[in-house]
């Protein structure tokens, strides 16, 4: 995940910040069309643009944007040029703001999102604003995700965000703004304007175009990178990393024998906020003679007590099985054809694949008697959703989510 951060410099910028001068009277017009030539890849690109001006919250919620906490401004000095939109102060932890595009139609493989941004006061002490760009697709998964962070010292000049997500399918997804806030400066709100969304048009399909569902993926403010699990002399070194971690408390470490029933091995806790990349780790000491499988997983605990849960993690411990069994599934979200990379020492043997539903119902069963290191599945025919991906040879289990799209 790119960052830009107010408090400092960071070598990790993955956007353009423009000051504006705030006494500019510019045409809002003028500014998009500078901005449609900045990050139209051809000629014939289509962009999806809005201004505001001729916009009310009644007329934007009735053309399918998703508007929690958000009103109109055509204060001067608050608002960047004719009407503009601005939040509620998002001070209190754990409470935030999503702003949901229409669904939008993708014609290209990369997308620039820009948009025109100020905060209504400066901000000082400790207090910070954030705003997270995302790209979701219409089951709520977060593809991509781009992050401002605005702390002491942050005036309330007109500011412009200009960043490119790569690597994307053509196909629909909404632009998700969360904005959240931590302590001081209660009354400083953020006022948007100016928005534009490039190789993307409004899509028309009718009464489906106001299907909404809510990002699933960004449930807690915690981005998990990796997490694994090596045995090594009766010791089991769980590490992971996170990507950002804001208004999170701790990790819970849960352990299993049977897959299905856990109980709390240990706790760390974080860091406190951060948008670095933070490294962890937790080492599980374990009765060298018991023998079978034992299951770890994370609990993401944040300040107000909401939680999520990792992927799964197996170690068997055994004479002549002490390692970690895992396997790695790309694209996903997936489309048509699921990737699988399974260990070395399965290949050219027998292996059995399992696609679960959400109901634990088996969805899709293969067996292949000679396989390579990495093996294809058709998952076309699925409907989209939530899977779970088991993967078995000699005894051996490793399993995988996935999100057919």
């Known amino acids: 995940m790119g960052f830009h951060s107010d408090l400092g410099t960071s070598s990790k910028r993955t956007r353009t910040t423009l000051i504006l001068n705030p006494q500019m009277k510019t045409m809002k017009k003028f500014l998009l069309s500078i901005a449609a030539i900045f990050v139209m890849a051809t000629v014939k690109a289509q962009n999806f643009t809005e201004n505001f001006d001729a916009a009310t919250i009644s007329s934007l919620i009735n053309h399918c944007w ?27 932890p754990g409470v935030k ?6 669904i939008l139609n993708f014609t ?21 604003r954030s705003i997270q760009v995302s790209l979701v697709n219409l089951y709520g998964v977060v593809i991509k ?23 994307i399918n053509t196909v629909s997804y909404r632009i998700v703004l969360r904005v959240w ?23 028309n399909n009718g009464p ?20 694994t699990a090596q045995l090594y002399n009766n010791k089991v070194n769980l590490k992971w990393v996170t990507a950002t971690g804001i208004n999170t408390s701790h990790f819970v470490i849960e352990k299993s024998f049977d897959g ?14 951060t948008m670095e990349e933070m490294n962890y780790n937790f080492i599980d000491n374990i009765n060298g003679s018991q023998a079978g499988v034992i299951y770890y997983r994370l609990r993401s605990v944040d300040a107000d007590g909401k939680f999520d849960y990792s992927a799964t993690r197996i170690i068997r411990v055994g004479k002549q099985t002490e390692q970690t069994i895992t396997i790695l599934t790309y694209p996903n979200p997936v489309s048509n ?34 396989i390579g290191q990495t093996e294809t599945l058709n998952v076309s025919n699925l409907a989209p959703g939530f899977y779970n991906v088991r993967v078995s040879c000699d005894g051996q289990t490793a399993q995988q989510k996935i999100v057919k799209q």
């Not at 703001?97 to 229409?102: C, F, M, Q």
């Not at 995700?145 to 690597?167: P, W």
């Not at 299905?260 to 906020?273: E, I, K, P």
């Open 66 to 92: 998703v508007l929690d906490g958000v009103s109109t401004t055509t204060q001067n000095g608050e608002a960047i040029s004719g009407t503009s939109i601005y939040t509620a102060p998002p001070t209190n």
């Open 97 to 102: 703001i999503d702003l949901y595009t229409p």
């Open 108 to 128: 290209s493989t990369s997308t620039t999102i820009t948009f025109d941004y100020r905060l209504t006061q400066p901000l000082i002490g400790n207090a910070t």
């Open 145 to 167: 995700s781009d992050t401002i962070i605005m702390g002491d010292g942050t005036n309330t000049a007109v500011k412009q965000y200009l960043h490119t997500f790569s690597s």
């Open 181 to 203: 806030g931590t302590q001081g400066n209660g009354n400083v709100r953020l006022v948007l304007d100016n928005y534009l969304v490039s190789n993307a048009t409004l899509s």
């Open 208 to 227: 489906d175009s106001c299907n909404f569902v809510p990002i699933a993926e960004l449930l807690l403010p915690v981005q998990l990178k990796y997490f």
């Open 260 to 273: 299905r029933d856990f109980s709390d091995a240990g706790v760390v806790f974080t860091f406190g906020n």
């Open 337 to 370: 054809e699921l990737r699988i990379t399974l260990p070395d020492n399965w290949q050219n043997k027998k292996v059995t694949f399992e696609i679960f539903n959400a109901n634990g119902q088996v969805s899709k069963r293969i067996e292949n008697a000679n």
